[in-house]
């Protein structure tokens, strides 16, 4: 018999970056162990396709599988987390320098600006940090690479896990609504240097608090990656 175009693939790949999203947005969170029978069945899918979703999401460091005990999200490492923004400032500032003022991601970098206002006016902290996410995938857009956009998006869930550990979202969120905003207007102005150098000012300033904040938490609780 001919071979058949088998679904199944796009189905598990569709259904991985639901629970990917999810984790951007921060539905789960490090350490909440997911339950097949009650996912299945969200998700509409069968358990099967899960556990396919499952071995692929624990390749990419989001999900992790203890025998006898089930799949857990992840809990990123202190290693992971320096790794994660050598991976930002690589690609994001220059994304940011080299990018075409009139580019159409323009438009969703105001729109994730603006909505991290609102959210922090709100009191939405969990929102401003959705938002701020938002703000970032729109900078590696400018850089027209559907494989940056790919890999960022894994990139940018295994950050919200690292956020997840921490008490304190507020405090981690509210300084980075005005640098965002900061960083547009240089944009919008056409200082794509100038913006390129803001932003990475603006993750080694989020990665020390990022590190310090979850090294007191991984001591006083004794989690680790």
């Not at 189905?11 to 947005?25: F, G, N, P, S």
């Not at 899918?45 to 857990?72: C, W």
């Amino acid at each position: 018999m001919p071979p058949t175009n088998d679904p199944q693939p796009n189905l598990t790949d569709r259904m991985a970056e639901l629970i990917r999203q999810k984790i951007v947005q921060g539905e789960f969170s490090p350490g909440q162990r997911l339950s097949e029978a009650a996912l299945s069945e969200s998700l509409d899918i069968s358990r099967n396709t899960l556990r396919e979703v499952f071995r692929l999401l624990t390749k990419e460091g989001l999900l992790t599988h203890a025998p006898n005990r089930g799949v857990f999200v992840a809990i990123p490492s202190i290693a992971s987390i320096i790794d994660i923004y050598r991976v930002r400032r690589l690609i994001e500032c220059q994304a940011l320098a080299q990018a075409y003022p009139r580019h159409p991601a323009k438009k969703r970098l105001r729109q994730a600006v603006e909505m991290a206002q609102r959210c922090r006016d709100a009191g939405d902290w969990q929102g401003v940090g959705t938002a701020n996410m938002g703000f970032h995938m729109a900078v590696v857009e400018l850089a027209d690479s559907e494989r940056l956009n790919v890999m960022f998006s894994h990139v940018l869930a295994e950050l919200r896990l690292a956020f997840g550990l921490l008490n304190d979202p507020e405090f981690l969120h509210m300084p980075y609504v005005e640098m965002n905003l900061n960083i547009l207007e240089l944009f919008e102005a056409g200082k794509l240097q100038q913006a390129a150098a803001a932003l990475n000012e603006y993750l080694v300033h989020s990665e020390r608090i990022v590190l310090a904040v979850y090294a007191r938490r991984i001591t006083d609780s004794g989690l680790s990656g």
